[in-house]
């Protein structure tokens, strides 16, 4: 299991529509997470990270807070991650 920890940037809802083929698609909430990475040559990298989640009332009112939670992973196509929040995996805040 690997573990993602950021700060909460946004929270919102991508309504429910149709895609370009025609087929329907259900509402998603999204959270953005930012967060450092550490470059082959030791620099940091900020990077926004949107996540798609199931329940938006587990971050109400953690907009700006640090956060860490449990992610999934997997790569369709080379040089390509796509992350996901584990089943069941809540945000755990993080003391400053």
């Known amino acids: 299991m690997l573990q ?8 919102f809802t991508n309504e429910a529509g149709k895609s370009k083929d025609g087929t329907e698609f259900a509402e998603r909430h999204k959270v953005q997470l930012m967060g450092e990475r550490v470059l082959a040559n030791g620099d940091k990298q900020m990077d926004l990270m949107d996540l798609t989640i199931q329940d938006v009332s587990d971050w109400d009112g953690l ?3 640090e956060i860490s939670i449990d992610v999934g992973a997997f790569a369709p196509s080379k040089g390509n991650i796509i992350y996901f929040v584990s089943k ?3 945000p755990q805040l993080i003391a400053n």
């Not at 993602?4 to 929270?11: E, Q």
């Open 4 to 11: 993602i920890t950021g700060k909460i940037i946004n929270v």
């Open 63 to 65: 907009q700006g807070e």
């Open 88 to 90: 069941g995996s809540k």
